[in-house]
């Protein structure tokens, strides 16, 4: 079993480039989310989706958007990157029902310059 | 607001000394908590969760709705416990938000 894949692993954007980040899953879990890691900010949640054809915001949503493409699949995109948007990005996923927890990607570093 | 707050961005204690890490929630319904550990070079993993009341590599944690905790703890600390740890709540709409995280330093 992969688990939590993610594509690409490093990505150097342009400012006002866009760019699309994959995370797909082969758990069959229910659940998805896209979170942000910067250095003393700890992980930001920047969309989920708890089911297949939903999509919420999280805390930190401007600037991204997101597609629940398949019950597999969940991608972010970047429409126009800037400085601010330089991070390490995480995808999970989750079965669903209580206490379920989160599987996680191994991460994709982005930087803008 | 839904919250949760690691006051401490740097734990270092001594090898066979007790651990704790702090975690406080803010949330008005009945909270999941979790706890999660990413080690040098590896993905974030599980550790524990609230329901199962479990100890994993020595570490406890328990849920204290009154003071809206649930703080982390290892009775005598190992090296190998060094590492970047996240509390994580989980909200009736399945949005699962996280702490800034704690690093543990355990000193020899």
């Known amino acids: 079993n992969a688990g939590v894949t993610q594509t690409p692993k490093f990505q150097v954007l342009k400012t006002g480039q866009s760019m699309t980040l994959q995370c797909a899953q082969d758990?069959?879990?229910?659940?998805m989310y896209w979170y942000r890691q910067d250095p003393g900010m700890g992980l930001r949640l920047i969309y989920y989706s708890a089911s297949e054809g939903t999509t919420d915001k999280g805390e930190v949503p401007n600037g991204y958007n997101v597609s629940r493409l398949n019950k597999r699949e969940f991608s972010l995109r970047l429409e126009s990157a800037a400085p601010s948007q330089t991070s390490v990005y995480f995808c999970?996923?989750?079965?669903?029902?209580?206490?379920?927890?989160?599987?996680f990607g191994n991460g994709t570093r982005l930087t803008v310059t | 607001a839904q919250r949760v707050t690691q006051p401490e961005k740097l734990l270092s204690v001594f090898k066979g000394a007790p651990v704790e890490l702090k975690c406080n929630y803010s949330y008005s319904g009945s909270p999941e908590l979790f706890w999660y550990v990413q080690y040098s070079r590896q993905r974030l993993q599980l550790l524990l969760r609230?329901?199962s009341r479990e100890s994993i590599k020595g570490f406890t944690a328990d849920l204290n709705k009154g003071e809206t905790s649930f703080h982390l703890k290892k009775p005598f600390a190992q090296e190998e416990d060094s590492a970047m740890y996240y509390c994580?709540?989980?909200?009736?709409?399945?949005?699962?938000?996280f702490g800034k995280g704690t690093r543990l330093h355990i000193l020899p």
């Open positions: 758990m069959n879990h229910n659940s």
């Open positions: 609230h329901i």
């Open positions: 999970a996923s989750t079965l669903d029902g209580s206490n379920s927890p989160l599987h």
């Open positions: 994580a709540l989980r909200t009736g709409d399945d949005k699962i938000i």
